[in-house]
């Protein structure tokens, strides 16, 4: 079993900047697609950046994609979504996902994920 835990959301102005945090225990993510996704109330949980363990290349929504950027620090056991220019329409919660094995189409999928941490609130208002 993974647990997951994100933490670093908070309440911030259109423009400001914030980076979240997912810590892993139980596994380490080495060999884990990590993912964060997100969610408003009414809707469905949205895919918003992927890592692979076998590769460098990272995923984005296209509307996310030049201001949030995914990292992951397997030494830490943590991943990280970096997300600048925020604009009011990314105020969501902010889910950090894992999964041993998914194939690349899958990989946007909330459902294809084992894991899931608790998720922490983003607000973006002035």
């Known amino acids: 079993q993974m647990q997951l835990a994100e933490s670093g959301g908070g309440l911030v102005k259109p423009g400001d900047s914030l980076t979240l945090s997912c810590v892993a225990s139980?596994?380490?993510?080495?060999?884990?697609?990590m993912a964060w996704f997100r969610q408003t109330p009414g809707k469905e949980r949205e895919f918003v950046a992927g890592t692979r363990p076998t590769t460098t290349v990272k995923y984005y929504d296209d509307s996310v994609k030049g201001r949030f950027t995914i990292s992951r620090d397997n030494a830490k056991n943590t991943v990280y979504l970096q997300m600048d220019s925020l604009k009011p329409e990314d105020t969501a919660v902010y889910f950090c996902?894992?999964?041993?094995?998914?194939?690349?189409?899958?990989?946007?999928?909330?459902?294809?994920?084992?894991?899931w941490g608790q998720g922490t609130q983003v607000t973006v208002s002035s």
């Open positions: 139980g596994r380490t993510i080495s060999s884990y697609h």
């Open positions: 996902a894992a999964d041993r094995h998914l194939i690349l189409s899958s990989i946007k999928l909330a459902g294809q994920y084992d894991y």
